[in-house]
């Protein structure tokens, strides 16, 4: 049953085989993936050397070889990136809007502050695309998590060992038309749909606190109480910096869908990372909710 | 400078001038919208009952002749409104999706349970729609509160003393863009922006709930913490059944958007009603926030 065509969106999401070659700069922004991907560089014998954003990468990554820079410290970045051999990199793990109050300036900085400065407009995928484009003006070739772990993308069909059902499919087909349409316009990459009623939209505050929402109006009788209903959709952006933002689930994300009541999970297939895969379909399948990778259509015109 | 075009979109609002005649029945859900329209329909004189949805009414509908029904007191209704002379109706404040769990079954009801099973499913337009038209085929002829009170509709303009920078009128249009790809699916009315990133969307939480994440989210760093920027927005969905569910503000969406440090409240002009206008006014000018009623402009074509 996921073989049904969905949305017409781009791009297709295949992982493109990128040959990378030296020793790995990541640049390690908030949560867990920073880690993930360090361990799967580590299994595949790619050397690697992560760059911390203080107050954003979790203390984890001192595990691993490792440098802490300040948001701002931009010639410091640099300057662990060539002193590792670093000219391939990845950037991954969220990052807060920079604070120009807890800004550490540094001469590389002051070099670049209008680029800088340009990082407080606009929506995420408009200001990762940027941060992108300026790595790569200086000459470093920058990946996506997917290309360094492939391993890591959801893969098409039932993950776990629940189906979704008819009235499933309906809600997962309304979600990826709510995430379709917001991405256009560079907002969120999660929807929550119950029985044909869109009960959360993502923008901001992340897919955590939006399943924590719908648990809450579940609660208070906003949705319906009884027995597990509804949907969680993850999906990118269409036209999204794959490289840098790819929408993530994990067991956590399983857990917090099951307090919201939620009968199962949809994740656009090879464009939505899984951390910590079998941990992930061993909490769907505890909970009893399905774990669905969706093949998005391709993009065939406006 | 609201007189500049925005967003095609139907329908342009021009409310009818509706001749209700007899006694107004007033189908109260939830917040102070009832009690606001039966002290509108006192002022001009109107006769009205109120029928008040237990469990969804506030306690204060008491002030006013009334009757408590319970969910699922279809007969009871009926009977409420036949008995006070009440063949026009407004329906009026939100409710919760029926929670069948605390349903009382009466004789109308049981006859009329293939549409009251209807409305667990699907978006809160979708469900109203069917509720007026249920109403409609009994006999009743259905009003919207703009029709009883005009006067609580927001208007054309800068409302009170402050006025949007050009900054702002760009969040406005990128939040009208917003809610009107979502008000196609039938979500949302309302979405916070702040400097180009759309920081919240407003599905089935509220516009106070997503206000309070708006504050939570300055807090934590997730949006600039400094001075005032960004809008709150709110506009009703493109063919939204508008007799039933109009956006409204108040001094409390006010207070709460300035305790997330926007910089002002864009509405439909028409389109969105504003409750206690003098004091939501006053309490904009008083936290240095601007009020705009914007003109959507009219549907050309898709």
Same mark, same amino acid.
């Given at each position: 049953?996921?073989?049904?065509?969905?949305?017409?969106?781009?791009?297709?999401l295949?992982?493109? +085989?990128? @040959?990378?070659?030296?020793?790995?700069?990541?640049?390690?922004?908030?949560?867990?993936?920073?880690?993930?991907?360090? *361990?799967?560089?580590?299994?595949?014998?790619?050397?690697?050397?992560?760059?911390?954003?203080?107050?954003?990468?979790?203390?984890?990554?001192?595990?691993?070889?490792? !440098?802490?820079?300040?948001?701002?410290e931009?010639?410091? !970045?640099f300057?662990?990136? %060539?002193?590792?051999g670093?000219? %391939?990199?990845?950037?991954?793990?969220?990052?807060?809007?920079?604070?120009?109050s $807890?800004?550490?300036?540094d001469?590389?900085?002051?070099?670049?502050?209008?680029?800088?400065?340009?990082?407080?407009?606009?929506?995420? %995928?408009?200001?990762?695309?940027?941060?992108?484009?300026?790595?790569e003006?200086?000459?470093?070739?920058?990946?996506?998590?997917?290309?360094?772990?492939?391993?890591?993308?959801a893969?098409?069909?039932?993950?776990?060992? $629940? !189906?979704?059902?008819? *009235?499933?499919?309906?809600?997962?087909?309304?979600?990826?038309?709510?995430i379709?349409?917001?991405?256009?316009?560079?907002?969120?990459?999660?929807?929550?749909?119950? @029985?044909?009623?869109?009960?959360?939209?993502?923008?901001?505050?992340?897919?955590?606190?939006?399943?924590?929402?719908?648990?809450?109006?579940?609660?208070?009788?906003?949705? &319906?109480?009884?027995?597990?209903?509804?949907?969680?959709?993850?999906?990118?952006?269409?036209?999204q *910096?794959?490289?840098?933002?790819?929408? +993530?689930?994990?067991?956590? !994300?399983?857990?917090?869908?099951?307090?919201?009541?939620?009968?199962?999970?949809?994740?656009?297939?090879? &464009?939505?990372?899984?951390?910590?895969?079998?941990?992930?379909?061993?909490?769907?399948?505890?909970? &009893?909710?399905?774990?669905?990778?969706?093949?998005?259509?391709?993009? *065939?015109?406006?």
């Amino acid at each position: 049953m996921p073989q049904r065509r969905r949305l017409d969106r781009a791009p297709a999401l295949v992982p493109e +085989t990128v @040959k990378i070659k030296g020793p790995l700069g990541i640049i390690a922004g908030r949560g867990s993936l920073p880690c993930v991907l360090a *361990e799967a560089a580590s299994a595949r014998g790619l050397p690697f050397h992560i760059v911390g954003i203080r107050g954003e990468a979790e203390d984890e990554i001192e595990r691993f070889p490792h !440098t802490w820079v300040k948001w701002g410290e931009v010639g410091k !970045t640099f300057h662990t990136l %060539d002193q590792n051999g670093c000219g %391939d990199i990845v950037i991954i793990g969220g990052v807060n809007r920079p604070d120009f109050s $807890n800004f550490r300036l540094d001469t590389g900085a002051l070099k670049t502050l209008p680029f800088i400065l340009s990082l407080s407009k606009g929506g995420d %995928d408009h200001i990762l695309s940027r941060v992108v484009r300026f790595f790569e003006q200086k000459g470093y070739r920058v990946h996506g998590a997917r290309d360094v772990a492939p391993e890591l993308l959801a893969k098409e069909g039932v993950l776990g060992s $629940n !189906t979704p059902s008819a *009235e499933d499919e309906d809600d997962i087909e309304l979600a990826l038309r709510v995430i379709d349409a917001l991405g256009r316009l560079d907002v969120g990459q999660a929807a929550v749909v119950i @029985k044909g009623y869109v009960i959360a939209v993502e923008a901001a505050e992340g897919t955590d606190a939006m399943l924590t929402r719908c648990a809450e109006l579940r609660e208070t009788g906003r949705t &319906g109480r009884r027995g597990r209903a509804g949907v969680l959709v993850k999906a990118p952006k269409s036209g999204q *910096e794959e490289r840098v933002d790819l929408p +993530t689930i994990g067991p956590d !994300t399983v857990a917090k869908s099951a307090a919201a009541g939620l009968a199962g999970i949809a994740v656009a297939a090879g &464009g939505v990372l899984i951390v910590e895969r079998d941990a992930t379909i061993a909490a769907a399948d505890r909970e &009893g909710l399905f774990l669905l990778g969706v093949t998005l259509a391709e993009h *065939e015109g406006a």
